[in-house]
């Protein structure tokens, strides 16, 4: 069957299959005749599969896991368990600190539950401690602890790889050094042209792109070596191929500026540190990041031009 069909049957749009192929989740047949993609009965319950728990709030990293390792299923539902039980916890704790405020502001309208603050306070801290369970926690904090363009900014760039609980003392000690620096710092220059960008996206359209730039990323966090074999040759050829864009040189120039800023303020020797510890993730990335650079002997030039 065609696309329109599987559309109809499994209820996703077609932008969804589209992209739920591009992850890796489904490898429909073609057509050779017209290249059309044909799908399967098979086809189409995988992608119900999907659905479902995406429906369930289920990453799609660990979907492409349980689809590659049906053994791992068990436990990968029971974290998306746990996720949806702290998550409820932390509602039910927010609830009652609401509720004691509801609670003062009609006893004395004029109040407006200031009498009872350090009840409710007693209340949302516990709340605070569900949410470090969540794998969001960091990600959201950056947001609220830097309301504006800088905590969009640092959420949507370095968040997509905050996705980690935040536990154990040593994640605790490096959440605040990352923090008290972020706080301290003068606010760094971003070009106005990405800045009124950032601006204009809600938290959510934050959260939405750091999502799907964790996903296009996956593939530099520990990679196998053929993976990384591929990875290899696509940055080659990217290479290859980058300065003769014109289009490029504007780009680079921003993101140059950008780079100078954060230099200047010790960006990458204090924020960068801290987010090593936070990240496994990102320490995979950084390592095959350096691995690419040495074996391919990147550099950029004095225009900040990636060369070979």
């Not at 896991?65 to 996720?83: C, F, I, N």
């Not at 070596?225 to 040189?249: D, H, I, T």
């Amino acid at each position: 069957m065609k696309i329109k069909e599987a559309v109809r049957l499994t209820g996703l749009t077609r932008k969804a299959i589209y992209y739920y192929e591009q992850a890796g989740l489904l490898a429909p047949a073609t057509d050779s005749s017209n290249q059309y993609r044909i799908y399967t009965s098979d086809d189409i319950e995988r992608l119900r599969y999907i659905r479902t728990l995406r429906r369930l709030g289920m990453p799609i990293r660990d979907i492409q896991t349980m689809l590659q390792h049906p053994e791992q299923a068990v436990s990968l539902l029971r974290k998306q368990l746990k996720r949806i039980e702290a998550a409820a916890s932390e509602l039910e704790l927010c609830r009652s600190a609401l509720s004691v405020l509801i609670e003062a502001a009609e006893q004395a309208p004029e109040d407006g539950g200031r009498s009872r603050i350090r009840e409710a306070d007693l209340w949302a801290d516990a709340a605070e401690q569900e949410r470090k369970r969540r794998d969001d926690y960091m990600r959201r904090k950056l947001m609220e602890l830097f309301p504006g363009t800088m905590g969009k900014f640092m959420a949507l760039h370095f968040g997509a790889f905050l996705h980690e609980p935040l536990a154990g003392e040593d994640k605790e000690s490096a959440w605040k050094r990352l923090v008290d620096y972020v706080d301290g710092i003068e606010p760094f220059d971003i070009p106005p042209a990405l800045a009124a960008q950032i601006d204009r996206m809600s938290e959510a359209e934050i959260e939405e792109a750091a999502a799907a730039y964790r996903e296009s990323l996956q593939r530099f966090i520990s990679p196998t070596e053929p993976e990384y074999e591929s990875l290899k040759e696509e940055m080659r050829r990217q290479a290859e191929q980058f300065g003769k864009l014109p289009f490029n040189r504007e780009q680079v120039a921003l993101t140059r500026q950008l780079k100078d800023s954060l230099d200047r303020a010790g960006f990458y020797d204090v924020f960068v540190e801290q987010m090593r510890i936070l990240s496994a993730d990102y320490r995979n990335y950084l390592e095959t990041l350096g691995r690419l650079q040495r074996d391919l002997n990147l550099r950029y030039d004095d225009y900040g031009m990636l060369t070979i």
